[in-house]
C-alpha cells in the first residue's frame, strides 16, 4: 500500500522533448455502399517523448480511426485521404509490409481496449509474449523465457512463472490487460498507443495500471497516445488532451488549463455531464448533450457542433470556425466563433442536507436479502474424484443481510469478483441460491426464476451490461419490446403496437425505431431499447448489472437522467450494479461495498462517502478518477495478496490487503458490527474511535471537510 498526498494531474512534459508522432493535416475516410464516410478530418497532433497526450470525444468522433490509422491497421473500407503521420523521422504510410513489420511491436506499441479479444486463447500468455520477444529480440530459449517472467513481473502480476503458462481464459481482465502491458513494453517501445485500455476494469485495477504505465513511461521515456472518453483519468494521467468531435479536433491544450478553463462549448459540455461525488438525483439531472453526431457523410457548412451548441448563431451555421490560439503555448488552441465571450466556466458545488435525504427514504420494504450464500462448485480432476477427495466451491456470496425499500435504489458496489453480479443474478433467478433466503413482498422467492411463475417473473426484471449480448439480431426493436407484452398478457394484441411506441417515446428513441435491428443502433440507443424491454413487463424491481459501463459521458448522463425519470413516474426499484463510484454517488439511495463474498459497508451515499469509512471503501473512494481541479484527493494503492475464494480462511477478508490492519485477530476473528446509524452498518475490527478520526480521502482544495 502507498499512500501520499493530494491528487494532482500530471505535470507537463518538457517542452524540448524529442517529437516521437507528428501528425499533419490527417484525414481518413471509410468507403462504404458507395459513399464516403470522412471520419477524421485536417487533423494535426504532436506526441513527445516521456508525453502523455489525451485524445477525448464521444463514441463515433474518430478516435480509434485515428489510433489505427497511425498503426496502419484500418480495415479495407479504410484509407487515409490526406496529410502525413511521421514516427521520428520516418513516413509510416510509405512504410512497405517488412518495414513496418519490423517497427510495430519493437519500436510502435498498442494496447488495445478489449483484452479478451487482443489474446489467443489457445496459446499460453507467456508464449505470446516471448513471440514478441523473439520477433525483435535476439534473445532466444531460456534468456527469451527470463525476458517473459521479468515482463509479468515488472506489471506486478504474482507468481510470474505460473502466470506464463496460464491461458487467458485463466486469468482475470485486470491480470490479463496487465499482460498486454507486459507484451507492449516487451521492447521498451518509443511510442505506446492505448485505446481505452481501462474501459470495464474497477477503479483499483484502472488506479493500478495507470500508475503501472506511469512507472513504465518514466523508466523508458516512451511518448504515449491514450485514447479514451474517461475524463477522470485524463485528468489524473495525461499531460495534454485533444478533445475530438465528429472527426475534428475542436480543442487542445493542457489538462491543467482545458479542465479548468475550457473554451470549447463541446468540452465544456463533456466535463458537466459526469457525475460529481457532491452532486445527487435530488439535486437536479444531469447536464446532458442534447441531439446526435452529425452525417460525416454529408457535411455542414459551417461549424461541425453548431446543431447542438447552445451558444450557436447563425454565423456558427455558415462559417468554418479556424483554430486560434488560447494562451500563449501555440499547442494551446480551440476552434471557436465565440469562445472569448463565453461566460466563465466553473464546477457548481452543492451541499446536501442529509437530514432531508433521510425524510425522502421509502418506508415500505420490497426485497429482503437475508445471510444470503452463492457457492460455485470448482470442477474436480479425475485422479481427485476417483480418490474420493471432496468437493470445493467458490464462495462467490457468503452471508449477505440487505433490505431495499419501494421505489429506491441500492448499489452493489467493490472490485470485479467480489460478487456483485453473482448477487444480482440470485435475486433475478439466474443464479440459484446455496443457503440464506430472499424474500420479495414478504413471501420466499424461488431460487430459480423458472420455479417462480410468470407473475413473480414479471415483477423482478434486468438490464445486463451488454445490450449486443442480450438483443436478438434478427428481431426488431419492436418485437423485442413487444416480447414482454406478449409474454405476460400484459395488453391485447390490438393495443401492443401503440404500447410499444409508448414505450419508445419514454426512453427518448422515435417510434420509428420499431421497425429498426440492433444493428442500426448506436451503443447508447441499444442500452435504451434494453431499458424499454425492461419497463415493458411493469416490473417493481430491475436488477442494473452494469448498464453504463461501456458508454461515453454524454449518453451514460441521458441514460442516467432516464433512470431516475422513470424511476420516478413508475416507482420501480433498482439494485444497480456498477464500479463507477461517482455514478453511484448520483443515482442511490443506499449503497453496499462488497468484497470477497462479504458486505464491508452499508449506507446511504451521505454516509459511505464520508468518514468514517470501511478501509476497503476508502481505498476505492482514493482510486476514483475526478476530472474536478478544485478537489484533492489521496493516494491509497492496495498491496498484498486476494485471498483465495475457494479457500478464503478465517477472520476479515480484507486483512491481506488492509492498510489498517489491527493486528492477528483480523485474521483468526470475523470482524464486529459497528452501527453507526440506523442505516450505516460497517464491518471491522477496528475500534469506533479510531473509525471516527478518520480524515476525509476526498476534499476540496484548502478545505478539511469532505466532498458530501
Not at 212 to 238: M, P, Q, W
Not at 349 to 360: G, I, S, Y
Request: with cysteine; aromatic share 6%; glycine share 8%.
Amino acid at each position: 500500500m502507498s499512500e501520499g498526498g493530494a491528487h494532482a494531474p500530471a505535470t507537463d512534459a518538457s517542452p524540448d522533448a524529442r517529437d516521437v508522432l507528428t501528425i499533419r493535416n490527417l484525414s481518413v475516410s471509410y468507403f462504404v455502399r458507395g459513399q464516403e464516410v470522412r471520419a477524421v478530418r485536417e487533423v494535426d497532433l504532436t506526441v513527445r517523448a516521456g508525453e502523455t497526450l489525451a485524445v477525448v470525444g464521444e463514441s463515433g468522433s474518430g478516435k480509434s480511426t485515428l489510433a489505427f490509422a497511425v498503426m496502419r491497421g484500418l480495415d479495407a473500407a479504410g484509407r487515409v485521404t490526406a496529410g502525413s503521420i511521421r514516427f521520428n523521422d520516418i513516413d509510416l504510410p510509405g512504410l512497405g509490409p517488412r518495414e513496418l513489420r519490423a517497427i510495430q511491436g519493437s519500436r510502435i506499441a498498442m494496447v488495445y481496449q478489449d483484452p479478451q479479444t487482443s489474446l489467443n486463447p489457445a496459446f499460453r500468455v507467456g508464449d505470446q509474449i516471448g513471440e514478441v520477444v523473439r520477433e525483435h529480440t535476439e534473445l532466444r530459449g531460456e534468456r527469451a523465457e527470463e525476458r517473459v517472467r521479468e515482463l509479468l513481473a515488472g506489471v506486478n502480476l504474482p507468481d510470474p512463472a505460473g502466470v506464463a503458462l496460464r491461458y487467458p481464459h485463466e486469468l482475470s481482465g485486470g491480470q490479463q490487460q496487465r499482460v498486454l502491458i507486459a507484451m507492449a513494453f516487451a521492447c521498451n517501445p518509443e511510442l505506446l498507443i492505448m485505446d481505452e485500455p481501462t474501459t470495464g476494469l474497477d477503479v483499483t485495477t484502472e488506479a493500478h495500471i495507470l500508475d503501472l504505465v506511469a512507472d513504465l513511461k518514466e523508466r523508458f521515456g516512451s511518448a504515449i497516445l491514450y485514447i479514451t472518453h474517461n475524463l477522470g483519468v485524463v485528468a489524473r494521467f495525461c499531460h495534454r488532451v485533444a478533445v475530438m468531435y465528429a472527426g475534428e479536433m475542436v480543442e487542445e491544450g493542457p489538462v491543467s488549463r482545458v479542465f479548468s478553463s475550457p473554451a470549447h462549448p463541446y468540452t465544456r459540455s463533456l466535463l458537466t455531464c459526469i457525475p460529481r461525488l457532491d452532486l445527487s438525483k435530488r439535486d437536479r439531472p444531469l447536464s446532458a448533450i442534447e441531439g446526435q453526431l452529425p452525417s460525416l457523410t454529408v457535411l455542414p457548412d459551417g461549424c461541425i457542433f453548431a446543431e447542438r451548441c447552445e451558444h450557436a448563431t447563425e454565423e456558427c451555421r455558415s462559417t468554418v470556425p479556424a483554430g486560434e490560439q488560447v494562451g500563449e503555448d501555440p499547442e494551446d488552441t480551440v476552434r471557436c466563433l465565440h469562445w472569448r465571450s463565453l461566460p466563465a466556466f466553473a464546477f457548481e458545488r452543492h451541499v446536501r442536507d442529509e437530514a432531508q435525504a433521510r425524510a425522502d427514504a421509502g418506508s415500505t420494504d420490497l426485497l429482503g436479502i437475508g445471510r444470503l450464500e452463492c457457492y460455485y462448485p470448482v470442477r474436480r480432476r479425475v485422479l481427485e474424484f476417483l480418490m474420493g477427495g471432496q468437493q470445493k466451491f467458490v464462495h462467490a456470496v457468503d452471508g449477505i443481510d440487505i433490505d431495499l425499500e419501494r421505489g429506491r435504489t441500492l448499489s452493489i458496489v467493490g472490485e470485479s469478483g467480489c460478487g456483485k453480479t453473482t448477487l444480482g443474478r440470485a435475486v433475478v433467478g439466474l443464479q440459484p441460491a446455496s443457503g440464506g433466503e430472499l424474500m420479495f413482498e414478504g413471501s420466499r422467492l424461488a431460487g430459480l426464476a423458472r420455479d417462480r411463475g410468470p407473475e413473480l417473473r414479471r415483477r423482478v426484471q434486468i438490464i445486463f451490461q451488454n445490450p449486443d449480448a442480450t438483443l436478438n439480431p434478427q428481431k426488431s426493436v419492436g418485437e423485442a419490446i413487444r416480447r414482454p407484452l406478449d409474454l405476460f398478457k400484459l395488453v391485447p394484441e390490438a393495443e401492443q403496437q401503440a404500447r410499444v411506441a409508448e414505450l419508445l417515446e419514454s426512453v427518448n428513441l422515435p417510434v420509428a425505431y420499431a421497425e429498426r435491428y440492433p444493428h442500426e443502433l448506436s451503443g447508447g440507443q441499444k442500452q435504451r431499447v434494453a431499458i424499454a424491454r425492461a419497463f415493458a413487463a411493469e416490473p417493481e424491481l430491475i436488477v442494473c448489472d452494469e448498464p453504463l459501463s461501456a458508454l461515453d459521458v454524454s449518453v451514460q448522463a441521458a441514460i442516467l437522467n432516464l433512470l431516475v425519470d422513470l424511476q420516478r413516474r413508475s416507482g420501480t426499484a433498482y439494485m444497480f450494479i456498477s464500479h463507477d463510484l461517482s455514478v453511484v454517488r448520483y443515482l442511490s439511495d443506499l449503497v453496499a461495498v462488497m468484497y470477497m463474498g462479504k458486505l464491508a459497508e452499508i449506507g446511504t451515499p451521505e454516509e459511505v462517502f464520508v468518514p468514517p469509512y470501511h478501509p476497503y471503501t476508502e481505498a476505492l473512494l482514493s482510486a476514483i478518477s475526478i476530472p474536478d481541479p478544485m478537489i484533492e484527493q489521496a493516494s491509497i494503492r492496495l498491496e498484498g495478496p486476494v485471498p483465495s475464494p475457494v479457500d478464503p480462511g478465517r477472520g476479515c477478508r480484507f486483512a491481506s490487503r488492509c492498510p489498517r490492519k489491527v493486528g492477528a485477530v483480523c485474521e483468526s476473528e470475523d470482524p464486529p458490527v459497528h452501527e453507526l446509524s440506523g442505516s450505516h452498518r460497517l464491518y471491522c475490527h477496528i475500534p469506533r474511535a479510531e473509525l471516527d478520526g478518520m480524515k476525509p480521502v476526498i476534499r476540496y482544495a484548502g478545505e478539511e471537510a469532505p466532498v458530501v
